[in-house]
Each structure stands twice: as structure tokens, then as C-alpha cells.
């Protein structure tokens, strides 16, 4: 396994064109830093851009602006063949929806061992046998099992478990515990825990399920395609944009509409917001 990835993003920027001219601008100027071995949750409302921040991560979508390292490495000109490469070694990603990149045929061990004939061999012999990743990650009784048999929380488990088949210094998860009742959303995130305690994982996992936020130590709320505020140990921040710009709380939003005109006074270290009578 290799040791946690450090993630930098200064002012990613991602549009998808459209054909007939109405080009979708998903993210705005992504800024931050994700420390090797942290996890970090990824907040937000629907459409807010989190899943594309994801996929950029993972190196599936190439950013349009901005820069993007891992551990050092820019992805956003990084050729085919480096991609390539970085999706088989460097990144494990677990997609919504666990059954999408499992084969339900074939048992836990064959699934982990599938995505183990895509590393280069020279970098496969520093892996851990399928079976050797199961027992580490406390999963050893579905081993054996296919899993087309398997509940939705043993899957997800299985998922993350074959996400990591590749040996990666970065975990992605988008909505890991999405449909899943308690207890096996406490076991998802259990195992995600003992991934970052076990290998010293970087982990970034999209999620609009409190208890996730409630767990880690840093949560990042994605708004209007940035970061919109930071929570560190319970404590939230809004965080200030490329532009300038502080976002509203979200309390505020619908009193304070888009054109809302505010008195802004500078007062030291504090900042006070008037809004204009109408
Ligand atoms: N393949 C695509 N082509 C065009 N537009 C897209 C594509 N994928 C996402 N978008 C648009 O980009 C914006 C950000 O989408 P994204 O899926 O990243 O948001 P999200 O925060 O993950 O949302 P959700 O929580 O609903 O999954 C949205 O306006 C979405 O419609």
C-alpha cells in the first residue's frame, strides 16, 4: 500500500461545453489542500459541483483551468498514459451506487484480485493478496461470498475493499452511505476509519449524510462551484473565494436574495453586513 497522497487545488476551474452553447460551469475556482492520511468530507447542495470535483480527483475528467497536484504531480496535463496509470495505482475510487464496479458473479477475494491484474507488475508485488486486504480491513468472512448474495452495507464494504485493491494513497467515495440503514452506515464509516488508521489513506468522501461531517475533524461545504466554508472540529468558517467573496449563510439565503444591496463595514478583525432598507 502506498502512504497518504497530498492534495492541492489552486483555482480549479470546470466547465462541461454543451453543443448548443450553454456551456455548464460545475466548478469556479476550487482552492485546498488535503493533508496525507486526512479525511475530509465534501458537503453541499445538489449540483453544487462535489461529484465533479471528484472526478477530477480521480483523474476520469481533465479540470478546464487551475491546477491540480497529487503529491506534487499536476493531473491537469498529465497525458493519457499517466492517467492511465494514475487510475490504476494511484487512486481508488468508489462510485455511487456500489454494484457499478463490482462483477455480482464472482466472490470478494475474485473482485479484488480482478482490479489487481491491472497494476503494472512491477508495483503489484508491493500489494496485499486479496485475501491478506480483506482480513486487514476486517472483512474476511466475505471473502468467499459472491456478491450477488450480499446485503447493500456488505457490498458497500466489498466496495471500498476493492477500491483499495490497487494499493492507492488516495481513497474517493461519492455517497458511500447513501440507502444504507444505521448499522451499516456506521460500518461503512468504521471501515473507511480503519483504512486511514490501518494505511495512512488520504480519503475524500462526498456525502450529504450528517453523520459523516459529524465524525471527521474537516468538512468542506462546496457552493456555486467552490469552497464555500470549512468546518474544523465543529467549528464552521465561510471560506473567502478567488474574487473576494464570502457566501451567505444559508439561514440568510432566501432573506437576502441575489442583488441585495449591504452596507459593508470593516471594523478591525470583524466585518459587519447591513442590509439596505427597501
Ligand atoms: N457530464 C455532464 N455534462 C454536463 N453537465 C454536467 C455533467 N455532470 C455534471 N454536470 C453539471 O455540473 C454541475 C455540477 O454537478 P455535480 O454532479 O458535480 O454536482 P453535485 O454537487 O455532485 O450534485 P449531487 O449532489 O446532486 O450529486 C451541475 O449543474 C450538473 O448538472
Given at each position: 500500500m502506498s502512504a497518504g497522497t497530498e492534495v492541492v487545488c489552486e483555482g480549479v476551474v470546470h466547465v462541461y461545453p454543451d453543443p448548443s452553447g450553454d456551456d455548464v460551469v460545475a466548478l469556479r475556482g476550487v482552492d485546498l489542500r488535503v493533508a496525507p492520511g486526512e479525511r475530509v468530507a465534501l458537503l453541499g447542495p445538489s449540483g453544487a459541483g462535489k461529484s465533479t470535483?471528484?472526478?477530477?480527483l480521480g483523474g476520469l475528467v481533465r479540470a478546464s483551468a487551475g491546477s491540480l497536484r497529487l503529491d506534487g504531480a499536476e493531473v491537469r496535463t498529465m497525458d493519457e498514459r499517466a492517467l492511465l496509470r494514475l487510475r490504476a495505482t494511484g487512486v481508488g475510487t468508489v462510485l455511487q451506487g456500489p454494484s457499478r464496479n463490482l462483477l455480482?458473479?464472482?466472490?470478494?477475494?475474485?473482485?479484488?484480485?480482478?482490479?489487481?491484474?491491472?497494476v503494472p507488475r512491477s508495483r503489484r508485488r508491493g500489494l496485499l493478496?486479496?485475501?491478506?486486504?480483506?482480513?486487514?480491513?476486517?472483512?474476511?468472512?466475505?471473502?468467499?461470498?459472491?456478491?450477488?448474495?450480499?446485503?447493500?452495507?456488505?457490498?458497500?464494504?466489498?466496495?471500498?475493499?476493492?477500491?483499495?485493491?490497487?494499493?492507492?494513497?488516495?481513497?474517493?467515495?461519492?455517497?458511500?452511505?447513501?440507502?444504507?440503514?444505521?448499522?451499516?452506515?456506521?460500518?461503512?464509516?468504521?471501515?473507511?476509519d480503519r483504512v486511514c488508521e490501518r494505511?495512512?489513506?488520504?480519503?475524500?468522501?462526498?456525502?450529504?449524510?450528517?453523520?459523516v461531517a459529524a465524525r471527521w475533524d474537516r468538512t468542506?461545504?462546496?457552493?456555486?462551484?467552490?469552497?464555500?466554508s470549512e468546518g474544523r472540529l465543529g467549528r464552521d468558517r465561510a471560506v473567502v473565494g478567488p474574487d473576494g467573496a464570502v457566501q451567505l449563510p444559508d439561514a440568510l439565503r432566501s432573506a437576502w436574495p441575489p442583488g441585495t444591496r449591504v452596507e459593508v463595514v470593516p471594523d478591525g478583525d470583524e466585518l459587519r453586513l447591513r442590509r439596505e432598507a427597501t
Open positions: 470535483l471528484l472526478a477530477l455480482p458473479y464472482a466472490t470478494a477475494e475474485q473482485n479484488v484480485a480482478l482490479v489487481q491484474r491491472a493478496a486479496p485475501r491478506d486486504l480483506l482480513d486487514a480491513l476486517g472483512l474476511a468472512d466475505l471473502a468467499r461470498r459472491r456478491l450477488g448474495a450480499l446485503s447493500g452495507g456488505e457490498l458497500q464494504r466489498v466496495a471500498v475493499a476493492v477500491a483499495l485493491a490497487n494499493g492507492p494513497g488516495l481513497l474517493l467515495a461519492d455517497e458511500p452511505t447513501s440507502q444504507l440503514g444505521t448499522a451499516h452506515r456506521t460500518a461503512v464509516l468504521d471501515l473507511v494505511f495512512g489513506t488520504t480519503v475524500v468522501v462526498v456525502t450529504h449524510d450528517p453523520g468542506l461545504t462546496i457552493r456555486d462551484g467552490r469552497v464555500g
